[in-house]
T-cell receptor
Framework: NAGVTQTPKFQVLKTGQSMTLQCAQD?????MYWYRQDPGMGLRLIYY???????DKGEVPNGYNVSRLNKREFSLRLESAAPSQTSVYFC??????????????FGDGTRLSIL | AQSVTQLDSHVSVSEGTPVLLRCNYS??????LFWYVQHPNKGLQLLLK??????LVKGINGFEAEFKKSETSFHLTKPSAHMSDAAEYFC?????????????FGRGTSLIVHP
């Protein structure tokens, strides 16, 4: 069972570079999420996709864009990386955000450093 | 608006002694509440969830939590700590504010287990 798969696991960027973090789930979940985790801050929601074809901003969307490519895949793009975006990024999925409240399933994270 | 407060950033116990990780929440609706565990360099794993059924919820690895509406609390307990319990623990609240169940994470409690 792969669950939620994130690539890459580690990345170092220079300020101003761009990159895309990839996420795929194989549980036929409707909803997908991107979080960042910083020391002492818990997880903060960047963007989420309630269902295929929709995306919405979370708590900290500035500097990021997302694409829900299909039901399985949800990517996060940094257009012009800044040192403040150094963080651990987690992708998660759940059965849905409407109706019955379901727990989330998480990937193992992408550790991103921006110099 | 929903919010969650984890009252301790660090909890230190000896192996074999009880564990108590405290969580208070705020919600305008009937919330769903979750506890997740994160081991080093890993993603988050669901420990247990409360979704308006029994107020005492049993989870994996011997953990349980009690929902107390009058105290707006959802504390996590375990009778006897094991070395493998050393990890970061997150309390999460989710309600239907805004029409969708979007989780809000606490800042986390680091559980340290001494031999």
């Amino acid at each position: 069972n792969a669950g939620v798969t994130q690539t890459p696991k580690f990345q170092v960027l220079k300020t101003g570079q761009s990159m895309t973090l990839q996420c795929a789930q194989d549980m036929n979940h409707n909803s997908m999420y991107w979080y960042r985790q910083d020391p002492g801050m818990g997880l903060r929601l960047i963007y989420y996709s309630a269902s295929e074809g929709t995306t919405d901003k979370g708590e900290v969307p500035n500097g990021y864009n997302v694409s829900r490519l299909n039901k399985r895949e949800f990517s996060l793009r940094l257009e012009s990386a800044a040192p403040s975006q150094t963080s651990v990024y987690f992708c998660a999925s759940s059965l849905g955000v409407t109706g019955v409240n379901q727990p989330q399933h998480f990937g193992d994270g992408t550790r991103l450093s921006i110099l | 608006a929903q919010s969650v407060t984890q009252l301790d950033s660090h909890v230190s116990v000896s192996e074999g002694t009880p564990v108590l990780l405290r969580c208070n929440y705020s919600s305008s609706y009937s919330p769903s509440l979750f506890w997740y565990v994160q081991h080093p360099n890993k993603g988050l794993q669901l420990l247990l969830k409360y979704t308006s059924a029994a107020t005492l919820v049993k989870g994996i690895n011997g953990f349980e939590a009690e929902f107390k509406k009058s105290e707006t609390s959802f504390h996590l307990t375990k009778p006897s700590a094991h070395m493998s319990d050393a990890a970061e623990y997150f309390c999460v609240v989710s309600d239907r504010s805004g029409g969708s169940y979007i989780p809000t994470f606490g800042r986390g409690t680091s559980l340290i287990v001494h031999p």
